[in-house]
T-cell receptor, first 117, second 117 residues
Framework: AQSVTQLDSHVSVSEGTPVLLRCNYSSSYSPSLFWYVQHPNKGLQLLLKYTSAATLVKGINGFEAEFKKSETSFHLTKPSAHMSDAAEYFCVVRAMNYGGSQGNLIFGKGTKLSVKP | KAGVTQTPRYLIKTRGQQVTLSCSPISGHRSVSWYQQTPGQGLQFLFEYFSETQRNKGNFPGRFSGRQFSNSRSEMNVSTLELGDSALYLC????????????????FGEGSRLTVL
């Protein structure tokens, strides 16, 4: 069965410093992995996705994530935090149905990112 | 292109009542998924519809049901409301790329926030 664990429920950084949001996954198959962001009272927006192409994935707003199969990790990074990055971030793995067809998305518990001026 | 539209955005019900939430996907998207978001359980998959057929179903009781119309609009219904049904209900739509499901991005609405008193 697929699962995803976000290692930190809350991360606080200063503006201009690097951001690291950690995610580990469990999957019997070659996984599809995603990072979504949710600003307060808003829906979720896709930041980036990994679908077995390049292991370093670049997303929107300067975010990127690296797929490391040996560590079963898909950590999200950004070199320099901006105040507008304050939001909740979700690491997501796509489930596989019995028989191998694509299933629904499984969300991590979320990491709330705070950015101090 | 208009995004995913969910109505109503906010509603208050009392225990035992029933509620219907509506979702209009992005034009041309034929897949609609529903998720429940609560502080305790996070984001949980409810069901997915494609071309008026339910493709996947999450682990929710039968009080939660949905349907999709020929124009791809979807509704979800919760009967006999319980306090624990208070949540943000998110709808997401997806188109299918030439590569199939694997690269299809989910586009989320802003959600319907249900409060059960």
């Amino acid at each position: 069965a697929q699962s995803v664990t976000q290692l930190d429920s809350h991360v606080s950084v200063s503006e201009g410093t690097p951001v690291l949001l950690r995610c580990n996954y469990s999957s019997s198959y070659s996984p599809s992995l995603f990072w979504y962001v949710q600003h307060p009272n808003k829906g979720l927006q896709l930041l980036l996705k990994y679908t077995s192409a390049a292991t370093l994935v670049k997303g929107i707003n300067g975010f990127e994530a690296e797929f490391k199969k040996s560590e079963t990790s898909f950590h999200l990074t950004k070199p320099s935090a901006h105040m507008s990055d304050a939001a909740e971030y979700f690491c997501v793995v796509r489930a596989m149905n019995y028989g191998g067809s694509q299933g629904n998305l499984i969300f991590g518990k979320g990491t709330k990112l705070s950015v101090k001026p | 292109k208009a995004g995913v539209t969910q109505t109503p955005r906010y509603l208050i019900k009392t225990r035992g009542q029933q509620v219907t939430l509506s979702c209009s996907p992005i034009s041309g998207h034929r897949s609609v998924s529903w998720y429940q978001q609560t502080p305790g359980q996070g984001l949980q998959f409810l069901f997915e519809y494609f071309s008026e057929t339910q493709r996947n179903k999450g682990n929710f009781p039968g009080r939660f049901s949905g349907r999709q119309f020929s124009n791809s609009r979807s509704e979800m219904n919760v009967s006999t409301l319980e306090l624990g049904d208070s949540a943000l209900y998110l709808c997401a739509s997806k188109s299918f790329s030439a590569q199939g499901d694997r690269t299809g991005e989910l586009f989320f609405g802003e959600g319907s926030r249900l409060t059960v008193l």
